[in-house]
């Protein structure tokens, strides 16, 4: 705002002044906020309805992006890789824009959006906290099995395959009961803390 009660020496300064920052500012903006503001000529009001047209933006903006990861979804016959990435993307744009997302986050909602021929292996996967790199190290599994049935079943789901290899190099055993192979696909883990001296081997 203009002072009052000012000098007409200092009020045509103010003017000057008031008039080189309204132009500075409008020379920053872009053509579409130039034509917006464009009959806005006091150098603080402008600027402070930049500042609250922006902060709006930002909040819608991030809701969006928020919605996007929410509803996350693999389209059909998109790769596994690609859907990953797709997944990946979306965090990293709320991050720029300043909404947080979690590694554990990105895993929930990446499984969470599995369909189709992941049916199965997402059902798995909501039981474990595996990182992003591992769910796309199942998938792409998955996809093999798709591909060449006979390469992985004969072994279990690839999803089996992968933790057995898993636990195996890290020292930890998988226990399934009957009914959890029956009723459920949950697959639990439990560590082995000592070396047992004798195993009685079961017949084949």
Request: hydrophobic share 30%.
């Amino acid at each position: 705002m203009k002072p009052e009660g000012i000098s007409e020496k200092d009020a045509s300064e103010w003017e000057q002044k008031n008039s080189d920052a309204v132009a500075y500012i409008k020379l920053s903006l872009s053509d579409e906020q130039a034509l917006q503001f464009a009959a806005e000529n006091n150098a603080k009001i402008l600027w402070d309805k930049i500042k609250s047209t922006s902060t709006g933006q930002t909040e819608d903006r991030k809701t969006d992006a928020g919605n996007e990861l929410k509803n996350l979804q693999i389209n059909s016959n998109e790769l596994a890789n690609d859907y990953v990435s797709r997944a990946r993307g979306i965090a990293t744009k709320c991050h720029l824009i300043g909404l947080d997302v979690s590694p554990r986050e990105l895993v929930y909602y990446t499984v969470r959006g599995l369909k189709g021929q992941f049916l199965k292996v997402r059902d798995i996967l909501k039981t474990q906290h595996d990182s992003v790199d591992e769910v796309l190290e199942i998938l792409r599994e998955e996809e093999t099995s798709f591909i060449s049935p006979s390469s992985t079943r004969a072994e279990g789901t690839s999803t089996d395959v992968f933790y057995s290899r898993k636990y195996k190099n890290s020292g930890m055993r998988r226990v399934t009961s009957a009914d959890d192979q029956i009723m459920s696909p949950r697959i639990v883990f439990t560590e082995i803390k000592r070396k047992v001296p004798h195993q009685v081997e079961g017949k084949r």
